[in-house]
């Protein structure tokens, strides 16, 4: 059997059992994964319940391409602590170039498995072409995987009095992958308090406010303006920014 044929047998192989391969970048013959976008170039963020991904994959062969598949896997490509194959491969097409849309299922508590794993993720993909030509990259992207996060915001008390105290508390929550349920933001995170004036049309930042140990939010502001106050969180190397919905203050 020649390298090239041997080379497109593991690739289905490959297929077939949904895992990153533990070997070195080849490529044989004219066949070229020429690009890797996943999710359009954005962050995946994932909450507490399933959801689907898309990765799309170039690749070009002057004979057309026989099939296009990827695996998303984080850690390394030796040892992957969690490996999401995608739902369908892509071709055979006579298309000298052909971008390839692959869908993957991200389940919570099973990939990602746990809060741990929030952060790089990378892509194996690989493309055959019908004569055999194969190209294969053991990392051909990386992507943020975050959790979601949900933040509330409350002023009160409403209406309040000019230039009084107006308390304004909340909190930050960020979905827990191995639980299956939101999980209170650890201590110490910044979050802002920002205030957009009746009339206006963007937010202002007030003050920044850490959070307590329990995800929570409080702060007092003077009000001199109607107004809507709300919280802002920026996100992390894990957590995906958000920001609550607006709490609309009555001063009288």
């Known amino acids: 059997m020649s390298s090239a044929v041997a080379a497109a047998c593991g690739a289905v192989a490959l297929s077939a059992l949904a895992v990153p391969a533990a070997h070195a970048d ?3 013959g004219d066949t070229e994964v020429t690009g890797v976008v996943v999710n359009d170039g954005n962050p995946v ?3 507490t319940t399933a959801r689907t991904v898309t990765v799309e994959v170039t690749a070009t062969d002057p004979s ?8 998303l896997y984080h850690g390394s490509i030796e040892a992957p602590d969690a490996t999401v194959p995608s739902t369908a491969a892509c071709g055979p097409t006579a298309d000298t170039t052909s971008t390839c849309t692959l869908t993957f299922e991200l389940t919570p508590g099973t990939a990602p498995a746990d809060d741990a794993q929030a952060g790089t993720w990378k892509v194996s993909a690989f493309a055959i072409a019908p004569d ?9 992207a990386t992507f943020t995987m975050l ?18 105290n107006l308390t304004v508390k909340g909190g930050v929550q960020h979905a827990g992958w191995a639980t299956g349920t939101n999980v209170a933001a650890e201590a110490g995170q910044a979050v802002k308090l920002q205030f957009r004036p009746e009339g206006c049309k963007e937010f202002k930042t007030v003050k920044t406010v850490l959070t307590g140990a329990d995800g929570s939010l409080s702060t007092t502001v ?31």
């Not at 057309?64 to 695996?71: M, R, Y």
């Open 26 to 28: 080849e490529q044989f």
């Open 222 to 252: 003077r009000a001199y303006h109607d107004g809507t106050y709300r919280w802002s969180y920026a996100g992390s190397s894990g957590t995906a920014a958000a920001v609550s919905a607006g709490d609309f203050v009555d001063v009288r």
């Open 147 to 164: 959790r979601q996060t949900h933040v509330t915001a409350d002023a009160t008390p409403e209406p309040v009095k000019w230039g009084k």
């Open 45 to 47: 963020v994932v909450g």
């Open 132 to 140: 055999s030509d194969a190209h294969f990259l053991d990392t051909a």
């Open 64 to 71: 057309g391409l026989e099939q296009i598949n990827a695996t």
